[in-house]
């Protein structure tokens, strides 16, 4: 079992900076992959990027790559998403989640937990 607690988030203008962090519970993070995803408004919930239980294997949506970047310490049992040149669009709450195994994929159904998520506005 696995709890996940995200903080960071809020109101920030466009062209601003924002950095998300996951608190994980529990003695075996470093087992699993995890996932920062995100869902706007009347959307789905979309894939914003993934790390690999180790932190090798790095993956993001095209709509972010470039401006954030997803990052884990394991002796933390943490994993951070930096959000830099934020848009409108960005505006969503935003969700951690852990996949038991190595591979962070894209699709939510993979994942086994999630956090309660945090707001983050980006205005224009």
């Known amino acids: 079992q696995v709890q996940l607690v995200e903080s960071g988030g809020g109101l920030v203008q466009a062209g601003g900076s924002l950095r998300l962090s996951c608190a994980a519970s529990?003695?075996?993070?470093?087992?699993?992959?995890m996932g920062w995803f995100r869902q706007a408004p009347g959307k789905e919930r979309e894939f914003v990027a993934g790390?690999?239980?180790?932190?090798?294997?790095?993956s993001y949506v095209d709509s972010v790559k470039g401006r954030f970047t997803i990052s884990r310490d394991n002796a933390k049992n943490a994993v951070y998403l930096q959000m830099n040149s934020l848009k409108p669009e960005d505006t969503a709450v935003y969700y951690c989640?852990?996949?038991?195994?190595?591979?962070?994929?894209?699709?939510?159904?993979?994942?086994?937990?999630w956090g309660q998520g945090s707001q983050v506005t980006v205005s224009s």
């Open positions: 790390i690999s239980r180790s932190g090798g294997s790095i």
């Open positions: 989640a852990a996949r038991s195994g190595s591979i962070a994929y894209s699709g939510p159904n993979w994942y086994d937990y």
């Open positions: 529990g003695r075996t993070f470093s087992t699993y992959a």
